[in-house]
Nanobody
Framework: QVQLAESGGGLVQAGGSLRLSCAASGYIFSHYTMGWFRQAPGKEREFVAAVKWAAANTQYADSVKGRFAISRDNDRNTVYLQMHSLKPEDTAVYYC???????????????????WGQGTQVTVSS
């Protein structure tokens, strides 16, 4: 059974940094692209970043390019999202997710991911 557990969210001032972690279990972690998504109140869930199974290929939403960095540790079955220069508009619940298919070039669409964590709240104050 696939399980994803996020951690590392919290309250931070604008301009600050946070690092989110997502521990995965129940499948061969190194075979799947992993992604981060976020959902703000009243808005649809949106793509943030994704990293290919071998960590050699990453994708980012335009809104976070240059500020966020996704990485993974296949030995620890963990994916990370390092966030810098946070803005109030980054406030959301952040979810990690697993691609529905192994060995696929990084997916970026919500429907391409079939397993989700419970989410972790990130709040950026102005």
């Amino acid at each position: 059974q696939v399980q994803l557990a996020e951690s590392g969210g919290g309250l931070v001032q604008a301009g600050g940094s946070l690092r989110l972690s997502c521990a995965a279990s129940g499948y061969i972690f190194s075979h799947y692209t992993m992604g981060w998504f976020r959902q703000a109140p009243g808005k649809e869930r949106e793509f943030v970043a994704a990293v290919k199974w071998a960590a050699a290929n990453t994708q980012y939403a335009d809104s976070v390019k240059g500020r966020f960095a996704i990485s993974r540790d296949n030995d620890r079955n963990t994916v990370y999202l390092q966030m810098h220069s946070l803005k109030p508009e980054d406030t959301a619940v952040y979810y990690c997710a697993r691609d529905s298919r192994p060995f696929r070039v990084p997916a970026t669409k919500t429907y391409e991911f079939d397993s989700w964590g419970q989410g972790t709240q990130v709040t950026v104050s102005s």
